[in-house]
Structure formats: structure tokens, C-alpha cells
């Protein structure tokens, strides 16, 4: 079936430096491509989005690309705070919309 | 304030007693949708529902009911809880149903089968 590979597992930074985590789709078909961060004790909250007209969407220090040849998706944070520090999903959802499938999650450790 | 309203957030049940988890949202939100989170495996969707009375299979449906008899509620039956449903469960909703865009997750209701 359709999955969605998420890497790295964790990942830890010191306060400052960027932080880079990838995605892998298998579905062709997938049109929208959301980030979530999940805060602890929180459900995951909507950071950026994307779709696939477009290759590259930035907002202010987090920025997503996305490369439908090779099927990947990259979410970039740049200046990490400690505040950064969650855990991060990438996910795809198929055309219609209805089926949405998550990464395994990304743990990232901003150490200030 | 618009949210998603889950409850209860804990839950401790033994194996075979039925149990429903209750999941409100006050946005007038077409879409709604069940997942569970498990370590290492991320959230994979248990069922969605795409207006009233509209409900398909996620990846993972076994073992759990779901209805839409209302737009605003959305509940996940257990009839005969397992141990291997011990999980985080989160409610999400989504403004509209047939375009992609944001989904709203509730806080998750942490559930043990002993």
C-alpha cells in the first residue's frame, strides 16, 4: 500500500543551526503535502503546507520543497530556537483528499 | 474558540468491555477523521468521514466502529477492546472535504487495554 517514509528518526541541533528533514511518498497520485508539529502532551498542529504545483513554499523561518519526479519532500527550519523542539510529521494526501498518510515522525532537540 | 474536543483524555479499560470516545468539533466542518499514534509508526488514519452519515475505512479500521449521525460529532466505538489497541487516538476535522487543506486535531485520548 500507499507509505510515506520520514527521516530522520531524530534529530539534534544546537540553537541557531538549521534543521533539515526529508520525506519520501510512494503514491503518484498525491496532490497535498502538510507539516505538523507535535508539541508534547498536544495534539499535531498544522506548521506549513504545500501542493503539487508548486516546488518551493516559504514562511518566515520554515520552508518545504517538494520534488515530485523523484517523489520527496523536504521541510527546512532555519535559526532553530528550543521552542522548535517537537515532534515533526510530514504526511501526503491522495487526490481526493481523504486519505492522508503520516510519516513515522522526526524528534528534533534544539539544545540552546 | 474553535477546537476539537476529545474525551476522555485517559482511559484505562480491561480487554472485551465495550468503550466509545467521544469527538466534537464546533468549526461546522465537513470532514472528520480518527487516527492513531503508536512509536515509530507516526499517525495512521483509523476511519473518516466525509459529511453526515458518510463514513469509509482508514488503513487501520479493525476492531473499531465508527457514526456520523451529526456534523459536529464524530465518535470511535470499541465493541470488544484488545490490548493491541492500547494507543494515543486523535480526532481531526477539516473544513472541507473534497479539497485538500488543514486538518484540526483534538488534544488525544490516551487509551491502555489491560
Known amino acids: 500500500g500507499e507509505n510515506v517514509e520520514q527521516h530522520p528518526s531524530t534529530l539534534s541541533v544546537q540553537e541557531g543551526d538549521s534543521a533539515v528533514i526529508k520525506c519520501t511518498y510512494s503514491?503518484?497520485?498525491?496532490?497535498?503535502f502538510p507539516w505538523y508539529k507535535q508539541e508534547l502532551g498536544k495534539g499535531p498542529q498544522l506548521i506549513i503546507d504545500?501542493?503539487?504545483?508548486?516546488g518551493e513554499k516559504k514562511d518566515q523561518r520554515i520552508a518545504v520543497t517538494l520534488n515530485k519526479t523523484a517523489k520527496h519532500f523536504s521541510l527546512h527550519i532555519t535559526e532553530t530556537q528550543p521552542e522548535d523542539s517537537a515532534v515533526y510529521f510530514c504526511?501526503?494526501?491522495?487526490?481526493?483528499?481523504?486519505?492522508?498518510?503520516f510519516g513515522a515522525g522526526t524528534r528534533l532537540f534544539v539544545k540552546a | 474558540e474553535a477546537q476539537v474536543t476529545q474525551n476522555p483524555r485517559y482511559l484505562i479499560t480491561v480487554t472485551g468491555k465495550k468503550l466509545t470516545v467521544t469527538c466534537s468539533q464546533n468549526?461546522?466542518?465537513?470532514?472528520m477523521s480518527w487516527y492513531r499514534q503508536d512509536p515509530g509508526l507516526g499517525l495512521r488514519q483509523i476511519y473518516y468521514?466525509?459529511?453526515?452519515?458518510?463514513?469509509d475505512k482508514g488503513d487501520v479500521p479493525e476492531g473499531y466502529k465508527v457514526s456520523r449521525k451529526e456534523k459536529r460529532n464524530f465518535p470511535l466505538i470499541l465493541e470488544s477492546p484488545s490490548p493491541n489497541q492500547t494507543s494515543l487516538y486523535f480526532c481531526?476535522?477539516?473544513?472541507?472535504?473534497?479539497?485538500?487543506?488543514?486538518?484540526?486535531f483534538g488534544q488525544g485520548t490516551r487509551l491502555t487495554v489491560v
Open positions: 481531526a476535522s477539516s473544513p472541507q472535504g473534497a479539497l485538500n487543506t488543514e486538518a484540526f
Open positions: 503514491d503518484s497520485a498525491s496532490n497535498y
Open positions: 468521514s466525509m459529511n453526515v452519515e458518510v463514513t
Open positions: 504545500i501542493r503539487s504545483n508548486v
Open positions: 468549526m461546522n466542518h465537513e470532514y
Open positions: 504526511a501526503a494526501s491522495d487526490t481526493g483528499g481523504f486519505k492522508t498518510i
